[in-house]
């Protein structure tokens, strides 16, 4: 297989929340993978400052992002896109959770900063997700673009944020956690940017997943893995199944396959 460039999802598929980690063959896989030349993006649902909040993504020294579920894509610490959500419908939905005394965030490109009215929704996000706390919201600058804002609270209330804003989209990932945007974030949309950006053609790209949002992902590129503790709904759409990530899945697939 001649590969030029490999998308991977990154929680569950090279980060291990059962050790909270990345195994040392994962690693020295895509070390490998770079060393001979092929192009590693990270392509996932995280913020790039979640992502950059831990050092052993910063040590990885992959060669660009797809953050937010494809909401934005940055390549050599440039912004190669960004979907940000109008300012003035971004100030409406944060005056309107505020009236609300909802908890809320704002996913800014380098940044997340919140507002917490009530901490039994909010905690129990941060008890499941590895993720880092939001800088109060004392110190956003109204003047950074925000990607999309997340706000905490079960899902009757839906229908009363739906009624008041019709037209933006809301993903339910968690039973206390909501996010909303201005339009669909995909990561085929990544894929696609990125492809276009290193001049690589679909025929050499190969994507890595675990869940179902890289479904798109796989769709996009020529080749797909699912590793072996993923999704039973996603291996249907891979090309190949590697062994559980903990197993050093991830490096033995691409050894027996010839990319590294």
Same mark, same amino acid.
């Given at each position: 297989?001649?590969?030029?460039?490999? =998308?991977?999802?990154?929680?569950?598929?090279?980060?291990?929340?059962?050790?909270?980690?990345?195994?040392?063959?994962?690693?020295?896989?895509?070390?490998?993978?770079?060393?001979?030349?092929?192009?590693?993006?990270?392509?996932?649902?995280?913020?790039?400052?979640?992502?950059?909040?831990?050092?052993?993504?910063?040590?990885?020294?992959?060669?660009?992002?797809?953050?937010?579920?494809?909401?934005?894509?940055?390549?050599?610490?440039?912004?190669?896109?960004?979907?940000?959500?109008?300012?003035?419908?971004?100030?409406?939905?944060?005056?309107?959770?505020?009236?609300?005394?909802?908890?809320?965030?704002?996913?800014?490109?380098?940044?997340?900063?919140?507002?917490?009215?009530?901490?039994?929704?909010?905690?129990?996000?941060?008890?499941?997700?590895?993720?880092?706390?939001?800088?109060?919201?004392?110190?956003?600058?109204?003047?950074?673009?925000?990607?999309?804002?997340?706000?905490?609270?079960?899902?009757?209330?839906?229908?009363?944020?739906?009624?008041? =804003?019709?037209?933006?989209?809301?993903?339910?990932?968690?039973?206390?956690?909501?996010?909303?945007?201005?339009?669909?974030?995909?990561?085929?949309?990544?894929?696609?940017?990125?492809?276009?950006?290193?001049?690589?053609?679909?025929?050499?790209?190969?994507?890595?997943?675990?869940?179902?949002?890289?479904?798109?992902?796989?769709?996009?590129?020529?080749?797909?893995?699912?590793?072996?503790?993923?999704?039973?709904?996603?291996?249907?759409?891979?090309?190949?199944?590697?062994?559980?990530?903990?197993?050093?899945?991830?490096?033995?697939?691409?050894?027996?396959?010839?990319?590294?």
């Amino acid at each position: 297989m001649d590969i030029k460039i490999i =998308f991977i999802d990154f929680d569950w598929t090279i980060f291990d929340h059962r050790t909270y980690s990345i195994n040392e063959s994962t690693i020295e896989a895509i070390k490998q993978a770079r060393n001979k030349g092929i192009k590693v993006i990270i392509n996932t649902g995280r913020s790039y400052y979640s992502l950059l909040s831990k050092q052993v993504v910063r040590d990885l020294k992959v060669d660009g992002y797809v953050v937010n579920n494809g909401g934005a894509c940055i390549i050599n610490d440039s912004v190669l896109y960004a979907h940000y959500l109008n300012k003035e419908l971004k100030d409406n939905i944060i005056n309107f959770l505020i009236e609300n005394k909802i908890s809320y965030g704002l996913n800014c490109l380098k940044y997340s900063y919140g507002k917490t009215f009530e901490q039994g929704n909010v905690n129990a996000f941060y008890s499941v997700f590895d993720e880092p706390r939001t800088l109060d919201i004392s110190e956003y600058k109204n003047s950074d673009d925000v990607l999309s804002i997340t706000y905490f609270e079960k899902s009757e209330f839906d229908k009363i944020f739906k009624s008041k =804003f019709k037209d933006v989209r809301i993903n339910r990932f968690f039973d206390t956690c909501v996010e909303v945007t201005s339009v669909p974030f995909l990561k085929k949309e990544g894929v696609k940017e990125v492809l276009k950006y290193f001049n690589i053609d679909r025929e050499f790209s190969l994507a890595i997943g675990d869940d179902t949002n890289d479904i798109d992902m796989f769709n996009e590129t020529k080749f797909s893995i699912c590793v072996g503790n993923g999704k039973e709904e996603l291996k249907k759409h891979a090309t190949f199944i590697s062994k559980d990530i903990k197993d050093n899945g991830i490096f033995d697939i691409l050894k027996e396959l010839k990319i590294i």
